[in-house]
């Protein structure tokens, strides 16, 4: 299995320009999210997806597009980029959600870097 | 939404040194999780520890969750520990999606 897959690893965008990050999971993960990372911040959460038709805003989702066609794939798309969207992208996926008991593993891919100029 | 801090923010420690880091969180929780991020920014989980206390070699956790606090334990620190340790917790407010606090920065110096 190569768990989950982001690409690109890097990227450079002017402003104005449009984007798709691509995320793709092989472990038939039903939940699949995006956070993004910037220094002393942590990761936060942009969108979710419970399953392949279903998503849900996160906690900083202005900008940012997502869809979920498939269980597989779950890209996010920044309609027009803009400065302060520079940061570390991070797809995840998980079997099932974080409500209640039982254990249910966030896995990450290896991240993409976005600079906005 | 919930809210979630961890301390310190940095830490320098000598090779062989333990430490503790912590982490607060503003709510009940059921689900806790401890991640490791490596200087080459990838994100590995390291325990699901929603309460009571897990050992993984030369690291343990422990959420008391009636307190609202879980600590991590590094014992016998390694060079390869270095990196950003980050504790998570399911955020009502976003489907229950995992809420990440800011991170612990450790460097452990040979």
């Known amino acids: 299995n190569a768990g989950v897959t982001q690409t690109p690893k890097f990227q450079v965008l002017k402003t104005g320009q449009s984007m798709t990050l691509q995320c793709a999971q092989d472990?038939?993960?039903?939940?699949m999210s995006w956070y993004r990372q910037d220094p002393g911040m942590g990761l936060r959460l942009i969108h979710y997806s419970v399953g392949a038709g279903i998503t849900d805003q996160g906690e900083v989702p202005n900008g940012y597009n997502v869809s979920r066609s498939t269980t597989e794939d779950f890209p996010l798309r920044l309609l027009s980029a803009a400065p302060s969207q520079t940061s570390v992208y991070f797809c995840?996926?998980?079997?099932?959600?974080?409500?209640?008991?039982?254990?249910?593993?966030?896995?990450f891919g290896n991240g993409t870097r976005l600079t906005v100029t | 939404g919930i809210q979630v801090e961890q301390s310190p923010p940095d830490l320098i420690l000598q090779e062989g040194a333990n430490s503790t880091l912590r982490c607060n969180f503003s709510d009940s929780v059921n689900n806790l999780q401890w991640f490791h991020q490596n200087p080459w920014g990838q994100l590995i989980n390291l325990f699901y520890?929603?309460?009571g206390t897990k050992q993984n070699g030369r690291l343990s956790a422990t959420t008391v969750a009636t307190e609202r606090y879980s600590l991590l334990y590094i014992s016998s620190s390694q060079t390869t520990d270095s990196g950003v340790y980050f504790c998570?917790?399911?955020?009502?407010?976003?489907?229950?999606?995992?809420?990440f606090g800011g991170g612990t920065r450790l460097m452990v110096k040979p």
């Open positions: 995840a996926s998980s079997l099932r959600g974080f409500r209640g008991q039982g254990m249910s593993t966030l896995h």
């Open positions: 472990m038939n993960h039903e939940y």
């Open positions: 520890i929603p309460s």
């Open positions: 998570a917790v399911p955020n009502n407010n976003a489907g229950n999606m995992l809420t």
